[in-house]
Nanobody, 123 residues
Framework: QVQVVESGGGSVQPGDSLRLSCTAS????????MGWFRQAPGKERDFVAA????????YYKDHLKGRFTISRDNAKNTVYLQLNSPKSEDTAVYFC????????????????WGQGTQVTVSS
């Protein structure tokens, strides 16, 4: 079983930067495709970004590309989501997910999920 744990959420002002972290244990981290999703109040969980096992390939929700950056450090068993210039509409619970897939997973079909970390963007 793979355990996924997010951290780094909090309250930030519009324009500030925030980096979310996610660790996965119970499996060799470099064999896991990783992704980030978010769920705003009253809305469905939505894809944010995904990264392949090696980190060579990254994918983003179209309108988030350029503001958000996903990366990973396999030596630290950690994947990151950098939020640059966040806006109020980025307020959501952010979930990290892991999968045994050999390629990046762009939809919700991840096998393992974290509990989520709240990000609130407000002035």
């Amino acid at each position: 079983q793979v355990q996924v744990v997010e951290s780094g959420g909090g309250s930030v002002q519009p324009g500030d930067s925030l980096r979310l972290s996610c660790t996965a244990s119970g499996r060799s981290f470099s064999t896991l495709a990783m992704g980030w999703f978010r769920q705003a109040p009253g809305k469905e969980r939505d894809f944010v970004a995904a990264i392949s096992r090696t980190g060579d390939n990254t994918y983003y929700k179209d309108h988030l590309k350029g503001r958000f950056t996903i990366s990973r450090d396999n030596a630290k068993n950690t994947v990151y989501l950098q939020l640059n210039s966040p806006k109020s509409e980025d307020t959501a619970v952010y979930f990290c997910a892991a999968d045994d897939s050999a390629v990046a997973v762009l939809g919700p079909d991840y096998a393992y999920w974290g509990q989520g970390t709240q990000v609130t963007v407000s002035s």
